[in-house]
């Protein structure tokens, strides 16, 4: 991001930043068995992951799903079984914010994210 400490110069830095650079933002943190597992904190979230919601509001907070879609214009996820109603009483995909959200289960179908776990764990032993 932007060296300097001022919310507008953030907020400006990671909706003009390249998509390379936003797709980095939008990572969770880990559960404390994959955490203990990984030697990790955090880590990007992607399509297939289980995760729970942390924070939000009371209905949402708790709710475990499989990651639908990742949104990195806006920083957000949406979770399969968490719907919001519109106007017309339809129901749509809610979206929540990568941090808001704790990884649960990770999905290693990409070879390169295994690798790199693989990797992370080696490296801290």
Do not use: C, W
């Not at 799903?65 to 017309?88: C, H, M, N, P, Q």
């Amino acid at each position: 991001m932007v060296d300097s400490k001022k919310a507008r110069k953030q907020r400006k830095s990671f909706y003009n930043a390249p998509n390379h650079i936003r797709r980095k933002n939008i990572s969770s943190h880990l559960s404390d068995e994959l955490r203990k597992e990984y030697k990790l904190r955090a880590l990007q979230v992607i399509k297939g992951d289980t995760v729970r919601v942390m924070r939000g509001d009371e209905d949402i907070v708790g709710i475990e799903g499989t990651v639908a879609s990742v949104i990195t214009k806006t920083g957000r996820v949406t979770v399969e079984g968490l719907t919001i109603a519109k106007a017309d009483g339809t129901q749509t995909a809610r979206p929540v914010h990568a941090s808001k959200v704790m990884i649960t289960k990770l999905d290693l179908s990409d070879p390169r994210r295994k690798d790199k776990l693989t990797r992370a764990k080696e490296v801290s032993q």
